[in-house]
């Protein structure tokens, strides 16, 4: 009797574990979106005063390019590095004070949260000999968005610009990438 007490437990545990496990590992569109319009709606148009400010900042199309789908787990850990990178370079630089500050915490938020659900993304292995180069480009991609910030001294118009990148590349993501393809906003 407690044999068999002890096997349904087992079987129960075995089960509770299976069914709490996530079932897929994947990005999520609407979060991504979330993010994108949170971000665009903080802060407005980009400012008149600040377009002689503006620095050219090389995005790395390459990153999120694939060629076939063999590829694609290079693109989601690129964009799962992508959003880690947001998240640090907002963590180490002070808020911008001229933005909506509900709208700032909650795209800081929905930021989070992707990288919380899918941090899996990152043990993923199939296929993903090429990224690699897709991190390389996007380490020197945000080290410059980091510098122009700092070089103008977390200003008005250095956040625009940030602002801006980052609105550029969630925009790039959502629908150049070969992850969104498939699904309507």
């Keep these: 009797m407690d044999l068999l007490r002890v096997a349904l437990l087992c079987t129960f545990f075995c089960f509770a574990q299976v069914w709490s496990s996530p079932i897929n590992c994947v990005l999520s ?41 063999d590829q694609v787990t290079g693109v989601e850990k690129a964009v799962y590095q992508t959003l880690e990178n947001i998240d640090a370079l907002f963590e180490n630089s002070s808020d911008p004070h001229q933005w909506d500050e ?62 801006n990148e980052i609105l550029h590349t969630l925009k790039f993501i959502l629908d150049d990438t070969m992850l969104f393809k498939s699904s309507e906003f």
Excluded: H
């Design 102 to 163: 509900e709208k700032w915490n909650d795209f800081r938020g929905l930021v989070y949260r992707q990288i919380v659900k899918s941090k899996c993304i990152m043990n993923k292995s199939e296929a993903a000999q090429d990224f690699p180069s897709r991190e390389a480009s996007l380490k020197v991609y945000f080290e410059t968005i980091s510098s122009t910030l700092k070089e103008k001294d977390f200003s008005y118009c250095a956040w625009e610009i940030v602002r």
């Design 29 to 69: 569109k609407d979060l991504m979106k979330g993010s994108y319009t949170l971000l665009e709606t903080a802060g407005g148009l980009f400012p008149m005063q600040c377009l002689e400010e503006k620095v050219v900042i090389p995005f790395p199309q390459n990153a999120f390019k694939s060629e076939n789908t």
